[in-house]
């Protein structure tokens, strides 16, 4: 029979995750992880990147000249998850950000896509404790194969299957140049 899961496993609350939780999406600073909340756990780490767009999207409201009060009022749609209540905790940080708001945000503001796109996901090498990942026990990267051509990669004139592949999607674009 499988293990049955952890009841919470992921569900915890953003701004817990700060050692001062009144600075979650008040300030561009980032977040200092709480006492026990090491810095490459991974709820500190969303914590972070919600810390992070709430701000972002609080600057694009700025610009704009509403408040997010305003801003849920004018929305043509009901969108089910998007009302005031909900995105006022998750600016908080009481709540914790889905995928789906994301990509709401996204839709509105550009500068949240951008930031998103842009965020650094600079991921540490942490020790697994597992004797395949080498002697020192160190999670690491799994080596890529080589895409460079061979010679059984080429057709009858000479050209590599991967430019021919290009030069076919380049030729079936709806866009030219």
Do not use: C
């Not at 080596?143 to 030729?171: F, I, N, Y």
């Amino acid at each position: 029979m499988a293990d049955l899961p952890i009841a919470g496993g992921f569900v915890f609350e953003p701004r817990a995750q700060a050692a001062v939780p009144g600075q979650f999406g008040r300030t561009a600073l980032q977040l200092v992880p709480a006492s026990g909340v090491a810095l490459e756990d991974p709820r500190f780490r969303a914590a972070q990147l919600q810390h992070h767009l709430v701000n972002v999207v609080r600057e694009a409201l700025v610009s704009t000249g509403k408040s997010l009060h305003t801003f849920v009022k004018e929305q043509p749609s009901k969108t089910p998850g998007v009302g005031y209540d909900r995105l006022v905790r998750i600016q908080r940080g009481e709540t914790m950000m889905q995928l789906a708001d994301f990509f709401h945000w996204a839709g509105h503001f550009p500068a949240v896509g951008a930031a998103l796109a842009a965020y650094s996901y600079d991921l540490p090498v942490i020790p697994t404790g597992h004797a395949d990942n080498g002697a020192d026990g160190v999670g690491r990267a799994a080596p890529q194969p080589d895409h460079s051509p061979d010679e059984s990669s080429r057709d009858e004139v000479g050209e590599d299957a991967s430019s021919a592949a290009k030069s076919s999607r380049a030729r079936d674009s709806p866009i030219r140049s």
